[in-house]
């Protein structure tokens, strides 16, 4: 690996590129002062659809224009984990390797994660298996990426909300293998390593002591937030402080460290404001700036709560197998959890990925979940999102879970005559959206008074009138030009 661009000395050799924010069409239209960011963590999966036929479709023009907005970037990929036992797909290399170039990322990140078994998607990332097996897939993984992508890799640090158990390597020492089989970068996700600490994992410093730190190449901070005694990797706003005081004591030790990058979720940039994004940045500027100088921890509580022995996923798997079982636990799927102490760990995934998936068919179907909502009352429609569950795998895409869950109120057939007609009309909408065919949708009654009433969250007061409608649907909303990449 001597002179390679996977070695140690390459990361040594990458550029600086500073104080970073994950990149959203929110933080993109903040008004931030000038200095106060470098770089721009763009993550392309999160911009791209799939067309009917599964094709990866790439809006180019909108890759161009981040690409023109004055800051370094760089790509931090989710849709190649390497955590698990399925290689990257080639459509995910493709889009990495596209990004990278197009946005001349000097390094590519992906997650110590998986999201998927051979059967079906899991909806969220969860942790690898952290055996001698486990490990032989993900350096396997990180490999093919090192390959396709013809840049440094590095390797995000997960949350795990698992306790403990002693047939895997610690967090520290799993990631040390593979760094070191690999000569991987390192992206320290400080928040995950935090919100490890405090669920009873592996403390940050005993984490520090394993791992190789001069392939650190990246750090990540976040917000978090507390829910039934558990930190939640939540990237919901500020920093706590017992985080930043944590972080100013472990940045002099990063001798390699080029970057380090603020992460919020989207929705709760409303929620929070552009101001306190900001001030955030301005903390983490801070960081970064100050980051020779040795601060003093303020007295941290004491944390680490006891290391539990668990019968169920505490013996020996073949990583797929640890796949499988994990995913299906947290996708409702077990038979046969009864009595496992991991089972609250378990309830948090499950919680994670039921509010994701809500979202997603949320956002795309508005009309027709207000309607069920308001018509059958929150329980009724929560009872018909669980049911829908149980018989439909998470998908990774919003449109792909919306479609599923169209299919399935299909198949029930509530005989509520407005769910089918905004059914109907949502899901043309939605196929217009993704084949830009133009559609006619029609009704046997005024659909104006329900969707003018649905937009302000109420029921109309009055139905429309019986009679025959047509309303139009052209693609004109889509301005996009989309990119498929060919091998
Ligand atoms: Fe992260």
């Given at each position: 690996?001597?002179?390679?661009?996977?070695?140690?000395?390459?990361?040594?050799?990458?550029?600086?590129?500073?104080?970073?924010?994950?990149?959203?069409?929110?933080?993109?239209?903040?008004?931030?002062?000038?200095?106060?960011?470098?770089?721009?963590?763009?993550?392309?999966?999160?911009?791209?659809?799939?067309?009917?036929?599964?094709?990866?479709?790439?809006?180019?023009?909108?890759?161009?224009?981040?690409?023109?907005?004055?800051?370094?970037?760089?790509?931090?990929?989710?849709?190649?984990?390497?955590?698990?036992?399925?290689?990257?797909?080639?459509?995910?290399?493709?889009?990495?390797?596209?990004?990278?170039?197009?946005?001349?990322?000097?390094?590519?990140?992906?997650?110590?994660?998986?999201?998927?078994?051979?059967?079906?998607?899991?909806?969220?990332?969860?942790?690898?298996?952290?055996?001698?097996?486990?490990?032989?897939?993900?350096?396997?993984?990180?490999?093919?990426?090192?390959?396709?992508?013809?840049?440094?890799?590095?390797?995000?640090?997960?949350?795990?909300?698992?306790?403990?158990?002693?047939?895997?390597?610690?967090?520290?020492?799993?990631?040390?293998?593979?760094?070191?089989?690999?000569?991987?970068?390192?992206?320290?996700?400080?928040?995950?390593?935090?919100?490890?600490?405090?669920?009873?994992?592996?403390?940050?410093?005993?984490?520090?002591?394993?791992?190789?730190?001069?392939?650190?190449?990246?750090?990540?901070?976040?917000?978090?937030?507390?829910?039934?005694?558990?930190?939640?990797?939540?990237?919901?706003?500020?920093?706590?402080?017992?985080?930043?005081?944590?972080?100013?004591?472990?940045?002099?030790?990063?001798?390699?460290?080029?970057?380090?990058?603020?992460?919020?979720?989207?929705?709760?940039?409303?929620?929070?404001?552009?101001?306190?994004?900001?001030?955030?940045?301005?903390?983490?500027?801070?960081?970064?700036?100050?980051?020779?100088?040795?601060?003093?921890?303020?007295?941290?509580?004491?944390?680490?709560?006891?290391?539990?022995?668990?019968?169920?996923?505490?013996?020996?798997?073949?990583?797929?197998?640890?796949?499988?079982?994990?995913?299906?636990?947290?996708?409702?799927?077990?038979?046969?959890?009864?009595?496992?102490?991991?089972?609250?760990?378990?309830?948090?995934?499950?919680?994670?990925?039921?509010?994701?998936?809500?979202?997603?068919?949320?956002?795309?179907?508005?009309?027709?979940?207000?309607?069920?909502?308001?018509?059958?009352?929150?329980?009724?429609?929560?009872?018909?999102?669980?049911?829908?569950?149980?018989?439909?795998?998470?998908?990774?895409?919003?449109?792909?879970?919306?479609?599923?869950?169209?299919?399935?109120?299909?198949?029930?057939?509530?005989?509520?005559?407005?769910?089918?007609?905004?059914?109907?009309?949502?899901?043309?909408?939605?196929?217009?959206?993704?084949?830009?065919?133009?559609?006619?949708?029609?009704f046997?009654a005024d659909p104006t008074p329900?969707?003018?009433?649905?937009?302000?969250?109420?029921?109309?007061?009055?139905?429309g009138a019986?009679g025959?409608y047509?309303?139009?649907?052209?693609?004109?909303?889509?301005?996009?030009?989309?990119?498929?990449?060919?091998?």
């Open positions: 690996m001597k002179g390679s661009i996977h070695s140690v000395k390459a990361l040594e050799c990458l550029p600086q590129t500073g104080v970073g924010i994950i990149y959203s069409p929110a933080i993109a239209a903040i008004d931030f002062p000038m200095g106060l960011i470098d770089t721009l963590e763009i993550e392309p999966q999160t911009l791209c659809i799939r067309n009917s036929n599964d094709v990866l479709q790439i809006p180019s023009n909108v890759f161009e224009d981040i690409m023109a907005l004055p800051y370094n970037k760089l790509v931090h990929s989710i849709g190649a984990p390497v955590g698990g036992t399925l290689p990257p797909k080639q459509d995910q290399l493709d889009l990495i390797k596209y990004s990278s170039e197009l946005f001349n990322s000097p390094w590519v990140t992906e997650h110590l994660s998986f999201n998927a078994t051979t059967e079906f998607n899991t909806g969220f990332f969860l942790p690898p298996l952290q055996t001698e097996k486990g490990l032989e897939a993900t350096i396997r993984n990180v490999r093919i990426l090192q390959e396709k992508i013809g840049r440094p890799i590095a390797v995000e640090t997960g949350v795990n909300y698992l306790k403990p158990n002693n047939m895997e390597m610690n967090d520290g020492a799993f990631v040390s293998a593979l760094a070191k089989a690999t000569n991987c970068g390192i992206l320290l996700d400080i928040h995950n390593l935090f919100a490890n600490q405090l669920n009873g994992r592996q403390s940050i410093v005993d984490f520090l002591k394993e791992i190789p730190l001069d392939q650190v190449v990246e750090m990540h901070i976040a917000g978090g937030t507390e829910l039934n005694g558990l930190w939640m990797d939540s990237h919901s706003g500020p920093i706590d402080k017992r985080l930043l005081a944590l972080t100013s004591e472990v940045l002099p030790d990063l001798s390699n460290l080029k970057a380090i990058t603020y992460e919020i979720f989207d929705s709760y940039i409303p929620v929070v404001g552009d101001a306190l994004i900001i001030s955030e940045m301005e903390t983490v500027r801070d960081l970064w700036e100050g980051r020779k100088i040795h601060y003093k921890a303020v007295n941290n509580e004491q944390l680490p709560k006891s290391v539990y022995n668990v019968q169920k996923l505490n013996r020996e798997f073949e990583p797929n197998e640890w796949e499988t079982l994990l995913s299906k636990e947290v996708i409702g799927r077990s038979h046969e959890s009864e009595g496992d102490t991991q089972q609250e760990r378990f309830e948090i995934y499950k919680k994670l990925i039921k509010e994701f998936r809500a979202s997603m068919v949320a956002r795309i179907f508005k009309l027709t979940t207000r309607y069920m909502m308001l018509v059958l009352g929150p329980d009724v429609f929560t009872t018909i999102l669980q049911h829908f569950w149980q018989n439909y795998p998470p998908e990774q895409l919003s449109y792909k879970e919306a479609k599923n869950f169209a299919d399935y109120l299909q198949k029930k057939d509530y005989k509520l005559p407005w769910l089918d007609r905004l059914l109907r009309y949502e899901v043309a909408v939605l196929d217009t959206l993704m084949d830009e065919q133009l559609r006619i949708v029609e046997d329900m969707f003018n009433a649905l937009s302000q969250g109420k029921l109309p007061e009055t139905i019986l025959e047509e309303v139009e649907i052209t693609p004109e909303m889509s301005n996009t030009d989309w990119l498929v990449l060919e091998n």
